[in-house]
Nanobody, 123 residues
């Protein structure tokens, strides 16, 4: 079992930056793909970014060039650096871990989920 706890969300203005963290505990997440998803008001949960066990990354087109996913295996933590935030980035952001796959992008490919952290971007 893997427990995931997100932090770092908050209320910011358009153009600001935030860094989300996802701390993992339980079984090791070294070698597992780790992803970020988000769910905005009235919307379905959508893929944001994923980092493979080897450190390669993949992003949704909507955040490419603005968001950066990274991981620190020594700290068992995954980060999502979000720059140039827009009101449409407002959502609850979820961290997830997948035991199979290199760059899983569908929710069904993930085995463990955190409870989420809210990000609100005002215009």
């Amino acid at each position: 079992q893997v427990q995931l706890v997100e932090s770092g969300g908050g209320l910011v203005q358009a153009g600001d930056s935030l860094r989300l963290s996802c701390a993992a505990s339980g079984r090791t997440v070294i070698g597992l793909a780790m992803g970020w998803f988000r769910q905005g008001p009235g919307k379905e949960r959508e893929f944001v970014a994923v980092i493979s066990g080897g450190g390669s990354t993949y992003y949704a087109d909507s955040v490419k060039g603005r968001f950066t996913i990274s991981r620190d295996n020594a700290k068992a933590t995954v980060y999502l650096q979000m720059n140039s935030l827009k009101p449409e980035d407002t959502a609850k952001y979820y961290c997830a871990a997948a035991t199979r796959g290199t760059w899983p992008r569908r929710q069904a490919e993930y085995d463990y989920w955190g409870q989420g952290t809210q990000v609100t971007v005002s215009s």
